[in-house]
């Protein structure tokens, strides 16, 4: 029932069936980690779509003469599977406790159709403490009325330059809330879109970001838009050695940008001088000096030009990331065009004059392959370090550095001649096999052959088909071969071990001609990811915390991870995943955020926050509005966690009600009017069988449910009129069950409770009695008649109301016992034994006069059967013993019946072992109220149990009570002998016989 639950819950958030039973399988049931591991799947499932896409697009590419009709179905296949992928994989679970933020975890971000790669950028730009500083400072300087905004978008002319600026202002300031609510929310993940849906290109036109974009150029829009928002502030541009200021034409370069193709923020920053500097040009933007030198007039000329760079776009080919960047700044132009309009070779070199606080470099995977005449996406292994020291590259180095360029390129080549030699060893022919490998193989397959038995074998083989067995017959040239491949393998790995010895040797050198320019260090922070094809796949990514552990940012879902796995993943060669963009930071930046820290954690010594979360420190920047709007979301959402317990705590308690209710109506209805009180089973039934109002009986078991479904999660039915809104929630659950279940009034009138009350006194009553009934006949099959005598005062002192069971019982065990007791005493005379008489005569005595009554069959029988031992046994006694018989008989056949006899008897004896189990009755643990599962252990079930094992043991007496119930007539001496033909040493055991005798 609680699997078909959880199936129907997660089907109503749009999960497939198949998916669901996987996964509550696999996590056992956990509603959290399930939610996780079918993101998971679906995500898996839909990468299976979009490579299933691609395949058909490269088989329809590829079949050159495919008819239109082939061409159409295609088409038609793909774009059903593109709205069965509906707008991403986004599932916003029901259960908004799923969506709750984990203690010490950071907030994901929701994927809002093909957002991914938004996604890890946004992350990526949250790590950077600068960055988020300055979007939480910004106040812009510029509003545009709604009166306004609607006039520019009016008419043939629009006013693009107001409606773009309005787009970027908005954008930054829902950046800002997204940011306020990454630092401070409880929610697992935050929604981006607002910020996306203010994301306008330099004409103003919305930019459909679900649509995958080149990371690089999508962070160039979105660099822009911020730069131009944050130009609409007093602080905007920071000159040296002065205070902030507002620049003077914060509307000449949006005048520009209608009118250039290039971007608007590159235009802007590159016309800034040393002088002063933007945010974002300090942030993301260095400046290089290049140097071009080329031939002219047979004379060499070099001609120098600043410029700035950005993204920073790495040639994978190169292996790793020095020898890329290394490429990037210096290359060779085959096509240069000198001033006099010659076309002739140059060689251009770069070099940095300033350095970004964040270097962020593209890895370019996807190219055009002219051979299949599409793009296509390089997995190649890309080695990269977590730090790197960009002082080779920098112009101050300019001179040491070039000198050691022209060392290292010699070493270089050298290396690339050896990982080429190593290359063709490891993997022949680019096969993938490694040679030592195979030759490794087929010595261990050789050697196998020289096994006499597979000899043996061999030769009989080629006697009948010599072609089939060859050289392997001759053992002579088969041991030839074994050591000529042995010998081979080991000149050749000798080989393998002096090229790694070498390789080794050459990158140690390139490494220590670098040794002195290590003081510009930049720490790898985030890693973007991109597992699929070119034109297809996902995006995610992975950022360091200030600790060096890494944490796995996929969208909604965050997790910590190795770094062991981090770079398996991102180096590539692992399927189609790699990483396609690096983001590193400057260990200034770095130092200046662990201070910040610091003081941070100082000042906030005191401050307790639940969450214990990354960048906890950014609510220092957080204004007063941004929190209050955070706060209150959280309250919010606290409440709507609230209102989703109650509502799923209520449908649970209304489900578990009619269960319940259903179950009694059918336990009770199966009972009928038998022997034996199973209404005691449990304390519903013996309200059911005690009460007639089915009212009564529904708020019962309504109230169970309450206090028991969910133990965390109690309440009292006659609590809640304190609670209106559960009140209300639980009045429409169970309308909605029917009338069958309908309650018109949840609260229980006063003298109803006091009903409840009484009836519940009482069955702690029976249960009691029920305690003590087991107790006697326990004590009944093992004949310790003090424990049962005791036991049965104990039962009679409860005053059970004639018509009870307890009371019933009473009566016919003891007219049972008195008759087994008499007999047993005739039968002991008789064969003179008096060892035991006497606990027999007190038994017998107490119960006769005790509990039955003077006229009842059972007490006549008695007296008849103790007058036949007088008149045909007197000399079976001694003188002394037969006085004190007659005075026994006497006693018994003139003294009155009644209660008090049985107590006469006992004295002040007491059963300490009874006692004993009743203890349970008053003890913590016993809770009469509880509802209670009907099982084989049901104290009914037990007194049935018991029952039948003493009238299996006492048969032959429940047969003569029986019959005196029946006939009234005594049994004479002679019958007696017959019915009771018993000896001493056989007493009666407790055993499970096929015919059972019933007491009447």
């Keep these: 029932m609680e699997q078909q639950r959880i199936v129907n819950e997660f089907m109503d958030m749009g999960f497939e069936m198949p998916l669901i039973v996987e996964a509550f399988h ?35 590419g590829s079949t050159g003469g495919a008819s239109n009709e082939d061409i159409d179905i295609n088409k038609a296949i793909e774009l059903s599977l593109k709205e069965a992928q509906g707008t991403g994989v986004v599932f916003e679970p029901l259960n908004p406790e799923q969506r709750l933020r984990k203690k010490g975890m950071p907030v994901g971000l929701k994927n809002v159709g093909n957002t991914c790669y938004v996604n890890s950028l946004f992350q990526t730009h949250f790590q950077n403490l ?36 309005n787009a970027s202002i908005n954008l930054v300031k829902n950046l800002q ?80 940008s209608l009118t250039h193709k290039n971007n608007l923020l590159l235009r802007k920053l590159s016309s800034i001088g040393d002088a002063e500097e933007t945010f974002m040009s300090s942030m993301f ?75 962020f470099f593209q890895l370019q995977r996807v190219v055009f392959n002219k051979d299949i005449a599409d793009i296509q996406k390089l997995d190649n292994p890309f080695q990269f370090e977590k730090e790197i020291y960009i002082d080779r590259f920098l112009l101050e180095h300019k001179e040491i550095a070039t000198k050691i360029r022209t060392e290292v390129k010699a070493l270089k080549r050298r290396l690339a001649s ?67 491949i042995k010998l081979y393998s080991d000149h050749l790995s000798q080989k393998k071990k002096a090229l790694e010895a070498e390789i080794k040797q050459i990158k140690d050198e390139i490494d220590a001609l670098y040794s002195k320019l290590k003081s510009e260090k930049y720490v790898l922070g985030s890693i973007l990811i991109h597992d699929g094809v070119a034109g297809s796949g996902h995006y995610y990514s992975f950022i360091r915390n200030h600790d060096d552990t890494w944490m796995r940012y996929n969208d909604i879902q965050v997790s ?112 009928g009017k038998g022997a034996f009180p199973f209404h005691i089973n449990s304390f519903g039934l013996f309200l059911k069988s005690e009460i007639k109002s089915d009212s009564m009986i529904k708020w019962y078991v309504l109230d169970t449910c309450l206090q028991e479904i969910n133990p965390n999660f109690k309440f009292k039915l006659k609590e809640l009129k304190n609670q209106p809104k559960l009140l209300k929630i639980l009045q429409n659950s169970i309308g909605s069950l ?66 009870s069971f307890f009371t019933k019982i009473t009566k016919n065990l003891s007219s049972i016992l008195v008759l087994y007791l008499a007999t047993r005493l005739e039968h002991n005379i008789a064969i003179q034994d008096f060892q035991e008489n006497e606990a027999l005569m007190t038994t017998l005595f107490a119960l006769n006069k005790g509990i039955l009554k003077q006229d009842d069959p059972q007490s006549i029988q008695v007296k008849i059967i103790l007058n036949d031992i007088l008149a045909l046994q007197q000399n079976k006694f001694s003188p002394e013993a037969l006085q004190s018989f007659k005075e026994f008989v006497y006693k018994n056949n003139t003294s009155m019946h009644g209660p008090e006899e049985l107590g006469k ?29 009907i099982t084989e252990q049901a104290y009914a079930h037990q007194i049935k149990k018991q029952f039948d094992n003493f009238s299996a043991n006492y048969k032959a007496w429940v047969n003569f009570h029986n019959s005196l119930h029946s006939s009234k007539t005594p049994l004479k001496q002679e019958e007696r002998a017959k019915s009771f033909p018993y000896a001493k040493e056989e007493p009666p055991k407790e055993e499970h016989p096929k015919e059972e005798a019933k007491a009447q």
């Design 26 to 60: 696999k996590c056992k049931g956990n509603k959290a980690q399930m939610m996780d591991e079918l993101i998971r799947m679906t995500e898996q499932n839909q990468k299976m779509i979009e490579q299933s896409m691609s395949m058909a697009n490269q088989q329809r």
């Design 130 to 165: 600068k960055f988020v500083k300055a979007i939480m400072d910004f106040e812009s300087g510029v509003t545009f009325t709604d009166e306004e905004i609607k006039a520019a978008k009016s008419g043939a002319n629009q006013d693009k330059k107001k409606l773009r600026l």
């Design 177 to 256: 809330a997204l940011f306020a609510s990454m630092t401070r929310s409880h929610k697992k993940y935050i929604d981006p879109t607002p910020v996306l849906n203010n994301l306008v290109d330099d004409f103003a036109n919305p930019i459909p970001v679900g649509d995958q974009k080149d990371v690089t150029e999508f962070n160039m829009t979105f660099l822009t838009r911020v730069e131009e928002a944050l130009q609409t502030q007093e602080s905007f541009v920071v000159k040296k050695g002065e205070s902030p200021h507002r620049p003077t034409h914060v509307d000449s370069p949006l005048e520009e």
């Design 285 to 359: 933007f260095g400046k290089m000096k290049e140097f071009r030198t080329y031939i002219q007039d047979k004379q060499r000329m070099m001609d120098e030009e600043d410029s700035l760079f950005g993204a920073i776009i790495l040639d994978i080919t190169h292996k790793d990331l020095y020898s890329s960047l290394d490429e990037w700044l210096c290359f060779d132009i085959e096509d240069f065009r000198a001033p006099n309009g010659e076309i002739c070779k140059a060689e251009k070199e770069s070099w940095i004059t300033k350095a970004p606080d964040t270097l």
């Design 418 to 484: 050896l990982e080429l030699a190593l290359s063709k060893i490891n993997s022949y022919k680019d096969t993938g096999f490694d040679i030592l490998a195979v030759l490794g193989v087929a010595t261990e397959f050789l050697n196998s052959q020289l096994d006499e038995k597979d000899l043996t074998e061999a030769t009989q083989l080629q006697k009948a088909d010599p072609v089939n067995i060859g050289i392997l017959s001759d053992k002579d040239k088969l041991l030839t071969s074994v050591n000529t």
């Design 560 to 671: 910590e991870e190795k770094e062991e796995q981090v770079f398996k993943e991102a180096i590539g060669g692992l399927n189609h995943i790699s990483a396609y963009c690096l983001v590193y930071t400057s260990q200034k930046a770095i130092d200046k955020e662990t201070e910040h820290i610091k003081k941070y954690m100082q000042g906030n010594m005191n401050l307790a926050n639940e969450l214990e979360v990354p960048k906890q420190h950014y609510s220092i920047f957080l204004k007063e509005k941004l929190r209050a709007d955070v706060d209150l979301d959280n309250k919010k959402f606290h409440e709507e966690i609230q209102e989703y317990r109650f509502q799923t705590f209520m449908k649970n308690i209304s489900e578990a009600y009619q269960t319940r209710y259903d179950i009694l109506l059918s336990t009770f209805n199966s009972i």
């Design 738 to 803: 029917g009338s069958n279940y309908s309650l018109k009034e949840l609260e229980l009138p006063k003298d109803d409770e006091g009903k409840i009350d009484a009836k519940l006194a009482e069955y702690v009553d029976q249960i009691t009695g029920a305690i003590i009934c087991l107790y006697i006949f326990e004590k009944c099959l093992t004949q310790e008649w003090i424990e049962t005598l005791c036991a049965i005062r104990k039962l009679q002192q409860l005053n059970f109301p004639t018509t």
């Design 905 to 933: 008897a006992l004295g002040d004896k007491k059963s300490a072992e009874l006692e004993k189990r009743l203890e349970i009755i008053s003890s913590e643990g016993f809770e009469p109220y509880k509802w209670t599962e």
